[in-house]
């Protein structure tokens, strides 16, 4: 059984445990949840010598205070929280020795949207339906299935290794993403693109389009210029609006345009189905990205191919890395 | 309509869509069921989960595994060689409702809708044999189709949604009937509520071992109508854990 680790004295906005999701589900429209910036939490897993879909606490802008109730060790990854140890700022994407009575505080977003807070063994919460993800619609996982409390005892599962032997490691600046500046979300077109006007899909992958307040783990909005769609010859199937079609499955990450106003692009949380005209499709390496949005930032979508898509991928998942990881 | 030949159509870089048609239909329904059967028996390799849909399936799929066009090819070999499906296995389950009252409070609405009296759109909403087409938006939520309804209920949605429904809400909007199995926003017209669930996240219930949803894509439903005292009492099995559901194992042809 895990040993209580951390107290929460403050809880934040949106704290919830996080692995890598769960499978098998979807057909009755439970989705993946887990860690919407997974290069974020693989390298505080490695980081840690953990497996790398370990569970970690995923905070979102504005991060969460520990009391430590055990000698442990973390890393901080994903966005800047302005963290503090006993009152004295520490570093992200290192880690970091922790000595009961210990206070970790972190505060609101300074860069990025989304941190991890990554513990050796992990945060041992039930394994539920193959995961330890939080996935609030349906009170499954994490902490009882809802999100971390302040007054919540934390507790964390054995470490792999010994503590002493995660002294000193960090990951290599070259191998991290860079946060700041201006985004490009790339996007596969389809499965509905043909539904879209020719001059609509130049201005969705040429025109700014910004995230919106109305954005969390099951979609993010954007605010953007209007989309128009092709007439529709024949019955109007699913609906009335050309925006409407008959309901099928949502990939996650699946950019629906209800009305061709404000594309919302689903985040691991994302509805299984819908009746609506998706024109593209996030791919798997910016979702990354996504979780690191701040509200009304400004971001471009841009169409890339799938070979594009695996690469981008395939980059994430290489850099997290022992080579990328240095001494300090 | 249902194509020729279905339609691939990339979903991301890892969820494809196999579109058979555009129709919602038991027949584009009952040829999605058999073509997820199919793919499950054969074990594509990199395939990792199905979501089979009222005309179209999404299937998920590792990338690192599996590259999109050899999926495609063989999905296509899977669809050129399966025979046309006539019957499934296929679930009757019961489940008994308290129509009208405070959350059945569109009732009249879709009497006035249908211009026929309130326990008129009762007696054919309890007659017909309610079919699963497609489950989810939210975990384990159904969408029935009426199965051969003496007259067919159709009622426009919500115009706006609103905030709240209950778990158990059974609502209409169109000609589908939706169970709501958790709280939730909502634009289906409230008929009535159900008083045993249909989703169990604590999974605590018998039924519920497998998956915490009870539905799936393929089942029938017909409701039985139970009033007030019946409606506690049958709440009251369910919380102490000691509530049987009727179910029975079938097939079904078109």
Redesign the interface.
């Known amino acids: 059984m895990g040993r209580p680790t951390f107290e929460v004295i403050q809880q934040g906005v949106f704290t919830s445990i996080q692995d890598l999701g769960r499978?098998?589900?979807?057909?009755?429209?439970?989705p993946p949840s887990g860690a919407m910036d997974r290069f974020a939490l693989r390298m505080g897993n490695l980081l840690l010598k953990n497996p790398l879909g370990e569970a970690g606490i995923e905070v979102t802008g504005l991060g969460v205070k520990l009391r430590v109730l055990e000698n442990t060790v973390i890393a901080l990854t994903g966005g800047d929280f302005d963290a503090r140890l006993n009152g004295r700022s520490i570093p992200s994407w290192q880690t970091i020795d922790l000595r009961k009575g210990d206070i970790v505080s972190m505060g609101e977003a300074k860069a990025g949207w989304r941190g991890y807070v990554c513990v050796p063994g992990g945060i041992d919460v039930p394994v539920v339906?193959g995961s330890k993800s939080t996935y609030l619609?349906?009170?499954?996982g994490g902490v009882r299935?809802r999100l971390v409390r302040k007054g919540d005892v934390l507790e964390v599962g054995d470490p792999r290794v010994p503590l002493e032997n995660l002294k000193g490691r960090k990951a290599k600046e070259s191998a991290l993403p860079v946060i700041e500046g201006a985004k490009r979300l790339r996007?596969?077109?389809?499965?509905?693109d043909d539904h879209v006007r020719e001059e609509s899909i130049q201005v969705f992958l040429n025109s700014p389009y910004r995230a919106s307040v109305h954005s969390n783990r099951i979609g993010y909005r954007f605010e953007g210029s209007q989309l128009f769609f092709k007439e529709r010859s024949g019955a109007q199937?699913?609906g009335s609006n050309p925006s409407n079609?008959?309901?099928?499955?949502?990939?996650?990450?699946?950019i629906q345009i209800p009305g061709g106003k404000e594309p919302i692009c689903l985040g691991p949380d994302g509805?299984?189905?819908?009746g609506y005209v998706?024109i593209a499709?996030?791919?798997?390496a910016d979702m990354d990205k996504m979780a690191q949005l701040r509200l009304r930032e400004n971001i471009q979508f841009q169409s890339v191919t799938?070979p594009e898509?695996?690469s981008a991928?395939?980059d994430s998942?290489q850099r997290v890395n022992e080579n990328n990881i240095e001494m300090q | 309509m249902i194509y020729e030949q279905p339609r691939f159509?990339?979903?991301?870089?890892?969820?494809l869509?196999l579109?058979i048609g555009?129709?919602?239909t038991l027949k584009a329904n009952f040829k999605v069921i058999g073509l997820d059967q199919a793919i499950k028996e054969a074990r594509v390799k990199g395939v990792?989960?199905?979501?089979?849909?009222?005309?179209?399936?999404?299937l998920?799929y590792d990338?690192?595994e599996i590259h999109?066009e050899d999926l495609i090819s063989e999905l296509k070999s899977i669809v050129e060689r399966i025979p046309e499906v006539t019957q499934i296995a296929s679930r009757l389950i019961t489940l008994p409702v308290k129509y009208g009252g405070a959350w059945g409070k569109d009732l009249r609405f879709v009497a006035e809708q249908n211009s026929c009296s309130e326990e008129e759109v009762i007696a054919i909403h309890t007659e017909t044999i309610h079919w699963v087409g497609?489950?989810?938006?939210?975990?384990?939520?159904p969408?029935l189709m009426q199965l051969n309804p003496r007259q067919l209920l159709t009622v426009p949605k919500y115009i706006s949604p609103r905030l709240y429904t209950p778990k158990g809400t059974i609502g209409l909007g169109g000609s589908l009937t939706a169970i709501y199995p958790?709280p939730?926003p909502g634009g289906y017209q409230m008929m009535g509520l159900t008083p045993v669930p249909i989703?169990d996240?604590f999974q605590s219930l018998e039924i519920f071992e497998e998956?915490?949803?009870l539905?799936?894509?393929g089942d029938r439903i017909k409701f039985v109508r139970v009033h007030e005292e019946e409606f506690d009492q049958i709440r009251q099995q369910v919380w102490e854990g000691n509530y049987k559901f009727s179910i029975k194992s079938e097939t079904f042809s078109q």
């Not at chain 1, 499709?281 to 798997?284: A, D, G, K, V």
């Not at chain 2, 159509?9 to 969820?15: H, P, V």
């Open positions: 499978k098998g589900y979807f057909a009755v429209g439970i339906l619609t349906g009170g499954l299935g996007v596969i077109l389809g499965p509905q199937l699913g079609i008959v309901d099928d499955g949502n990939a996650i990450g699946a509805v299984s189905m819908g998706k499709c996030l791919i798997t799938i898509a695996r991928l395939e998942l | 159509l990339y979903s991301g870089d890892q969820y869509t579109e555009d129709e919602m990792i989960e199905t979501l089979p849909g009222w005309r179209s399936m999404l998920s990338q690192l999109i497609m489950v989810g938006f939210t975990p384990g939520s969408q958790v939730s989703y996240r998956s915490p949803a539905l799936r894509i």
